[in-house]
Nanobody, 122 residues
Framework: QVQLVESGGGLVQAGGSLRLSCAAS????????MGWFRQAPGKEREFVAA???????????NYADSVKGRFTVSRDYAKNTVYLQMNSLKPEDTAVYYC????????????WGQGIQVTVSS
């Protein structure tokens, strides 16, 4: 059974930075698609970023328009860990952030972390 555990959240002032980590256990996820979603109070869960293993071409990343140029998703295969570097944070980035993993060759996500709070003060 795959477990995903997020860390690195907290309270930060607008303009600041945080780095979220997502440590996976139970299975090596090197070929899995890894993603980050977030859910703000009273809103639906939304996509933030994803990193996908494309085989011989390496990796491909994509981002929500709202975070492009500010957030960077990366992974450490040796540590079975995915990161989300968040810079120039805005109050509207305040949400619970979720790490997720999906089997290669599929569009959906099969495993989810418990979520971690990120709060950006103005």
């Amino acid at each position: 059974q795959v477990q995903l555990v997020e860390s690195g959240g907290g309270l930060v002032q607008a303009g600041g930075s945080l780095r979220l980590s997502c440590a996976a256990s139970g299975r090596t996820l090197s070929s899995y698609n890894m993603g980050w979603f977030r859910q703000a109070p009273g809103k639906e869960r939304e996509f933030v970023a994803a990193i996908k293993w494309t085989g011989w071409t390496g990796e491909r990343t994509n981002y929500a328009d709202s975070v492009k140029g500010r957030f960077t998703v990366s992974r450490d295969y040796a540590k079975n860990t995915v990161y989300l570097q968040m810079n120039s944070l805005k109050p509207e980035d305040t949400a619970v952030y979720y790490c997720t993993a999906g089997a290669p060759g599929t569009a959906g996500y099969d495993y989810w972390g418990q979520g971690i709070q990120v709060t950006v003060s103005s």
